[in-house]
């Protein structure tokens, strides 16, 4: 596992609006490789482990779906620690 920077909510935002606005939907991986016990997801990637397990047989169409799961996951993110300023 990766000891790196927690995640950017606003980076992966940004990097899933690419995808979704049609770009190669490329795996989300940033090194990050850190399980958030509390939330379950990658403190990376924002990703659930059976996303992660699964994204090297997911059709084109399925990762997009999990970079939609993943930017709403981060706007939300985003606007929590906004509220918390």
Not at 48 to 58: F, S
């Amino acid at each position: 596992m990766s000891t790196g920077a927690p995640a950017d909510p606003a980076a992966i935002a940004r990097r899933a609006d690419r995808v979704l606005r049609g770009a190669d939907p490329v795996s989300p991986c940033v090194a990050v490789c850190r399980m958030d016990d509390a939330s379950g997801l990658c403190a990376g990637c924002l990703r659930t482990l059976d996303e992660i397990a699964v994204w090297g047989v997911l059709e084109e169409d399925e990762r997009r779906a999990v970079w939609g799961a993943l930017r709403e996951r981060a706007l939300a993110l985003a606007a929590g620690d906004a509220n918390r300023s």
